[in-house]
């Protein structure tokens, strides 16, 4: 095999092996509702997570921009596919884990996600590609402009849903009531 395709086969299998995975789990392959939508754009509600976009993507474009630049301080010496390989090996981890029974009653716990029973099969898959999409935009970006499209990313999403990947990994991590009070419109 092409040493430089193989890295993308790789990519291709994580993608499955995540998708086979969370199906032998029991995680649902589309929303329950029983149709596919490109965009959902409510977020407290039961098919939030469910279709293939939502106002969480952005947070996935933003790990592959995020990923990108820490593989590329550390593993610079690995072609861009093998990178990416690592990235979505990372990537596909994070969604196994996030799907988990207790990261979802964490989720529910402690966040705005009160209605969330964990992504369906779909979403994790798009969810990849965006990270995927956001790894190969920080390859050809100058770093000025991946770093205002993350801002421009988290300040859209914390204006219009109070909510980003910065707040989510603080709710997840270290909630605080005045944030979670906040975030409930109150």
Request: net charge negative; aromatic share 12%.
């Amino acid at each position: 095999m092409n040493r430089r395709i193989a890295p993308f086969w790789i990519v291709a299998g994580l993608i499955l092996l995540t998708a086979a995975y969370l199906l032998f789990i029991g995680r649902e392959p589309i929303c329950k509702c029983g149709y596919i939508k490109l965009w959902h754009g409510e977020v407290v509600s039961s098919e939030n997570s469910q279709h293939i976009s939502d106002w969480y993507t952005p947070s996935h474009v933003i790990h592959g921009f995020l990923f990108f630049g820490l593989l590329w301080l550390v593993a610079r010496q690995l072609s861009l596919g093998w990178r990416l390989a690592i990235a979505t090996l990372i990537e596909a981890a994070w969604e196994i884990v996030e799907n988990s029974d207790a990261v979802i009653e964490r989720y529910r716990t402690v966040t705005i996600s009160l209605d969330y029973y964990g992504d369906s099969v779909l979403n994790v898959v798009a969810d990849i590609t965006a990270m995927i999409i956001g790894f190969f935009l920080a390859s050809r970006l100058p770093v000025w402009a991946t770093v205002a499209l993350i801002i421009l990313f988290e300040a859209t999403t914390i204006l219009l849903i109070r909510d980003g990947l910065a707040l989510n990994v603080l709710m997840l991590l270290y909630p605080l009531e005045s944030v979670a009070t906040w975030q409930a419109g109150r």
